[in-house]
């Protein structure tokens, strides 16, 4: 009997400490994944991914536990422009048909100061895997919405090399500059959903 009871406030003692860990899904209806590249030197062209997923563990007490993966629907690209979108979704580019998605998933998560993290992760397109160090605002604390939900912010960016992932096509000018810039800037506005 005395172990038992000994189980009991055992378990009623580490109770708070695993209430502190929980899992998080994108809400993709309030969530923005964008991009920005340069376009014939002289100016930026942005765009976005309108299908994703993703999932986060966040351990509130030990955030270094915490871990995220996000996959992407690469034919769901979106400039805004079709004939844009379709170049970007053919050989030339992600090559859709064959690399239908594009991933993250972390690796490490670390302080960054007040409210602020690192989150270094592989992210793979087209078959390329690279590490990338993602600057995080956030998680903000959670929020209750007015259906019953339980929810969580955090806004994050980082920018990329497109030629480490394959994305290589390009020409030059007359005056020697690229159709297409290298760096790709990469903004990302999230809302997680308690499960």
Not at 46 to 70: A, H, N, P, W
Not at 107 to 120: D, I, P, R
Request: charged content about 25%; glycine content about 8%.
């Amino acid at each position: 009997m005395k172990r038992f009871i000994c189980i009991l406030v055992g378990l009623a003692l580490l109770s708070p400490l695993t209430a502190l860990a929980s899992n998080w899904e994108i809400d993709p209806v309030h969530t923005t994944l964008q991009f920005k590249v340069r376009h014939l030197m002289i100016s930026n062209v942005k765009g976005g991914f309108e299908k994703f997923s993703g999932k986060l563990y966040l351990d509130d007490k030990d955030i270094t536990k915490s871990k995220v993966d996000i996959n992407i629907d690469t034919a769901s690209i979106n400039t805004n422009i079709q004939k844009r979108d379709d170049d970007l979704r053919s050989a030339n580019f992600f090559e859709v048909a064959k690399y239908p998605v594009m991933t993250f998933t972390s690796t490490k998560v670390e302080k960054a100061g007040n409210g602020k993290l690192k989150v270094t992760g592989n992210l793979t397109i087209k078959g390329n895997t690279r590490p990338v160090v993602l600057d995080v605002d956030g998680p903000t604390p959670e929020i209750k919405d007015p259906w019953g939900g339980i929810r969580r912010g955090a806004s994050a960016a980082t920018t990329i090399d497109r030629k480490d992932f394959g994305l290589t096509w390009n020409k030059t000018m007359d005056n020697g500059g690229l159709i297409v810039g290298d760096e790709v800037a990469i903004q990302l506005e999230v809302e997680f959903v308690k499960k």
